[in-house]
């Protein structure tokens, strides 16, 4: 179980311990895919390339990124999902890493709770 806040801006996030560091991750549920994640935490993730995959962003907006395998500590288990990587500082969880859980997203309460189901 993962469990996180929303933010005055009404974003809901959690934090996650990856490479001894407690990283600001946004849940996404506009984004299907696993990861994106810091350019800081590739070498403690060891991505392996797979393709570049096309993104349909809000907007219409089409983008390329190349997308690796990469070993994630996501909620006590070491994962392999794809991710790609972005110049920026936080991580942003999709919906295919949250395939397994449940989402639970109290915007009255500002909390935000992922509770794994299989």
Do not use: C, H, K
């Not at 570049?52 to 006590?76: C, H, K, M, N």
Request: aromatic content about 10%; hydrophobic content about 45%.
């Amino acid at each position: 179980m993962i469990q996180g806040t929303v933010t005055e801006d009404g974003v809901p996030m959690v934090s996650l311990l990856v490479a001894g560091r407690t990283w600001s991750a946004t849940v996404d549920t506009g984004f299907n895919g696993d990861l994106e994640l810091p350019d800081a935490l590739r070498p403690f993730v060891n991505p392996r390339f797979l393709t570049p995959t096309e993104w349909l962003l809000a907007g219409g907006q089409r983008i390329v990124e190349d997308t690796y395998e990469v070993e994630f500590p996501f909620d006590g288990a070491r994962l392999a999902v794809e991710a790609t990587f972005v110049a920026d500082d936080s991580i942003l969880i999709g919906t295919g890493l949250m395939a397994q859980y449940r989402l639970t997203v109290d915007f009255v309460a500002g909390t935000v709770l992922l509770e794994r189901l299989a």
